[in-house]
């Protein structure tokens, strides 16, 4: 398994420094593969795990990672668990976190404009940008079009994998929502929250309603085909 | 403007490395080369039938039902800007818990005119709620008319990735 990550710069430079800017962001994806991977033996989430590290004795960034989905885990009342599945799991921010410093990153190098798409999650810098939503049943169709200036869409569907988002609290699969995309300032939040609402099922529908208040709006579709979105998505279209 | 789009096929958090790096720097007025054939139809599903809204996607297996331009046929070689072929198309049935819902739409100058979806009609399917895929429906109609750079859904895989329209906007390169 793997997800496929797009970057798209949009800068006038010359070539060579977008290329530059391209290897830096993929050079830093492999780095937090290497370091977070769960599926790596050696990765400082396994070893942390298997209590060959302390807490002491780890980086910045994995505190960071822990502490945020410490945080998560409080305000989504337990929907976001990086513990969902027995051993800690921080994947579900992890993802969303290092697209967020590799724009960081692109925009310390001098880029205005470009977006990451990582597996369906998107930070865009500068804009605007369209941005289309999938649709929940057929890959190849839109939902809705966004349009966005420096802001991160974050989808969580049930269609793709099957239901492989869980409700922490029954431990049965989430139900009742296959679709919800989240807006907003932050990649790792808006991901984290639309993995979240899809957790809660229909009951998500309302929690996502009071994310606008922090500045994170939303789209969600029902199992049964009904299309909600939150008063100030910045639909295009 | 100068262009780079990069798709690298690989993993955040899962066991494969990337696989590859695409680099292109073009001309955005240039019309994209015509990209490798990717299956848009989603799921797998053999029978597609379905144009799409990407200015890139050109599947190589659109199936014209009901060809009611005589131009569609040249747009093969010279596409109009949406891409769109003229005709009507009837999309792969799309699987969900309660049966198959097929969308057909009906393309003319390049836009999206109509589109209708059939319903199961046997078995639990009472449950679908029409008026309210209607609403979804309706929705999707004025998302598909226009140009987007980029594409938000639940793609984990590498697998997804290649039937998604995001690999189609980056084979277009920008």
Same mark, same amino acid.
């Given at each position: 398994m793997g997800t496929a990550v797009s970057i798209e710069l949009a800068d006038d430079r010359p070539a060579g420094e977008l290329r530059a800017m391209v290897a830096d962001v993929c050079d830093w994806l492999h780095e937090v593969d290497e370091r977070f %991977?769960?599926?790596?033996?050696?990765?400082e989430v396994n070893r942390f795990q298997r209590r060959e590290l302390g807490l002491a004795d780890l980086s910045g960034d994995m505190r960071h990672v822990l502490d945020a989905c410490g945080d998560l885990w409080r305000a989504t009342d337990g929907y976001f668990d990086a513990y969902a599945c027995g051993p800690l799991d921080p994947s579900g921010y992890v993802k969303g976190w290092s697209v967020e410093v590799a724009s960081a990153r692109l925009a310390a190098a001098g880029s205005t404009r470009h977006y990451i798409n990582a597996g369906g999650d998107i930070r865009a810098r500068g804009g605007p940008w369209q941005v289309g939503i999938r649709h929940p049943w057929q890959?190849?169709?839109?939902s809705w079009v966004l349009d966005v200036t420096d802001a991160a869409v974050a989808t969580s569907g %049930?269609?793709?994998? @099957?239901?492989?988002?869980?409700?922490p609290r029954t431990g049965r699969p989430a139900a009742g929502l296959r679709s919800v995309t989240v807006v907003g300032p932050d990649l790792a939040l808006a991901d984290a929250y639309a993995t979240a609402g899809l957790a809660m099922g229909e009951a998500g529908l309302a929690w996502l309603a009071g994310l606008a208040a922090e500045g994170y709006e939303s789209a969600a579709v029902t199992d049964d085909g009904r299309a909600f979105t939150s008063s100030r998505l910045p639909a295009a279209v | 403007m100068r262009r780079s789009t990069a798709a690298a096929v690989g $993993?955040? $958090? @899962? !066991?494969?490395?990337?696989?590859g790096v695409r680099l292109s720097v073009s001309v955005p007025e240039q019309p994209p080369a !015509? =990209? =490798?054939?990717?299956?848009?139809? @989603?799921? @797998?599903? !053999?029978?597609s039938a379905e144009p799409t809204p990407?200015?890139?996607?050109? %599947?190589?297996?659109?199936?014209?039902?009901?060809?009611?331009?005589?131009?569609a046929e040249r747009t093969e070689e010279a596409p109009p800007d949406s891409g769109l072929q003229d005709g009507t198309y009837r999309g792969a049935g799309a699987k969900n818990p309660y049966g198959t819902i097929q969308v057909s739409i009906k393309v003319t100058g390049g836009k999206i005119v109509a589109a209708d979806a059939t319903y199961p009609t046997?078995?639990?399917?009472?449950?679908?709620n029409p008026p309210a895929i209607a609403q979804l429906k309706q929705a999707t109609l004025r998302a598909q008319s226009a140009d987007v750079d980029a594409v938000s859904g639940a793609t984990f895989t590498s697998d997804a990735y290649v039937r998604s329209l995001q690999a189609a906007l980056d084979q277009a390169g920008g």
């Open positions: %991977s769960t599926y790596r033996e050696s990765s890959a190849d169709r839109l %049930s269609y793709e994998r @099957g239901a492989h988002v869980r409700n | $993993t955040l $958090t @899962g !066991a494969a490395l990337i696989a !015509a =990209p =490798p054939a990717v299956d848009l139809a @989603g799921s @797998g599903a !053999a029978a990407s200015k890139s996607a050109k %599947s190589a297996k659109e199936n014209k039902e009901n060809n009611e331009n005589p131009d046997a078995n639990n399917s009472a449950i679908i």
